[in-house]
């Protein structure tokens, strides 16, 4: 089935780069791989699908000959909002915790784009800022909870954790002695530095927790980093079967936990978890549109147990508005791929299959963030 009509909420992606190009084509492979090393951009991103069907995509959309030196020069015609119109994306969740100077910040990502765009808040670098302003544990935590407590009133839709990144999901119930007794050394370290990267595992899962209690109160939805990323994460820690005390824990009973990139490679324990338990939700993001061609295989297998009403369309994309295109593209494609396969069956009607892509694709998100949606 052709998805194309079905408007798109990208429930989990990055800001723009102010200046996008123009780009060698080692350049330009880096923005296709979650690997930050130079030798793989060079010499072997090009061999991956992903890179290969993404330069034909393009080219066909630039009207440019199909290889990677005529579409970084063709993409310098192609403004950002005409990809995101192209791609029939209604709404943008941003996570700007991955800001750097060279990326739009908010308010300038949102006049720029023709859909609207909303900000996420990511913990890990608001306890960073926190830490570095302030003194003491007291005062930073007293500022971290009123930053969260106020984050509904800021504009935020919903909160970001990267603790999978940090120090693993499996995260512990932690006092807050325990958490105050790491914070001299850090500050220490931000004082010296400049900067922090915080990864101590008992403030982390402290601050986290605090976060969980408070999105409960405020009715905050969470995004968790799950699965593969770049090379930061430990693949074994960010397995999301570790979250299990905490979806289990009345405490945040009421908080929509919305774990990202569809934790590949641990595809069907996210099914299953999304499956089980009411509060979570299964993103495919990173995963459309990294795994290209076996897209459908990871909307087959989610879909194999996970109810179409816990499954949310995302993209992950940042930097160049390529991906979110591609994205966009690839996400419907393999979603009508398996739905046509299940109307085929007679296990959907087509009517069933259609209302399973719009809820999918944007109806999910929409009524987990509060986001109006037609
Ligand atoms: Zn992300």
């Known amino acids: ?151 509904r009133a800021a504009g935020y839709v919903g909160l970001k954790s990267i603790v999978a990144y940090r120090t693993g999901l499996a995260v512990r119930s932690t006092t807050r002695a325990e958490a105050a007794g790491t914070f001299a050394p850090i500050k220490k370290q931000a004082r010296r530095d400049g900067r922090i990267r915080l990864a101590v595992k008992p403030l982390n899962d402290y601050l986290l927790l605090r976060a969980l209690e408070i999105a409960e109160r405020e009715a905050l939805p969470v995004q968790f980093h799950t699965g593969f990323g770049d090379s930061d994460v430990d693949l074994l820690g960010a397995n999301p079967l570790h979250l299990r005390p905490l979806l289990e824990n009345d405490a945040y009973r009421h908080v929509a936990f919305v774990l990202l990139h569809a934790s590949y490679p641990y595809v069907r324990e996210l099914g299953y978890l999304a499956a089980i338990h009411p509060n979570v939700y299964a993103d495919i993001g990173l995963a459309v549109p990294h795994l290209a061609a076996d897209i459908p295989a990871v909307l087959r297998q989610l879909l194999g147990l996970t109810p179409a009403s816990k499954i949310v369309y995302s993209s992950d994309a940042s930097q160049i508005a390529e991906l979110y295109w591609l994205a966009a593209r690839w996400g419907r494609w393999g979603l009508g791929i398996v739905l046509d396969e299940l109307v085929a069956l007679g296990a959907l009607n087509s009517d069933e299959a259609l209302a399973a892509a719009r809820q999918i694709l944007g109806g999910n998100a929409a009524r987990v963030y509060g986001v109006p949606w037609p």
């Open 1 to 151: 089935m052709n998805l194309d009509a079905v408007p798109i909420l990208d429930q989990h992606c990055h800001s723009l780069l102010r200046a996008g190009g123009p780009f060698t084509p080692a350049d330009y492979a880096r923005f296709f791989t979650e690997s930050g090393d130079r030798t793989m951009h060079e010499r072997h991103v090009p061999e991956t699908v992903f890179f290969r069907w993404a330069i034909k995509e393009l080219a066909r959309r630039f009207d440019c000959d199909p290889t990677a030196e005529a579409v970084v020069l063709a993409r310098e015609r192609t403004s950002a909002d005409a990809l995101l119109r192209d791609a029939n994306i209604a709404a943008l969740l941003v996570d700007y915790g991955y800001q750097t100077d060279d990326t739009w910040p908010h308010a300038e990502l949102a006049e720029r784009l023709p859909c609207r765009v909303l900000p996420l808040l990511r913990l890990e670098t608001l306890a960073q800022q926190l830490i570095l302003r302030y003194d003491t544990f007291d005062a930073m935590l007293d500022a971290f909870v009123a930053g969260i407590e106020a984050a």
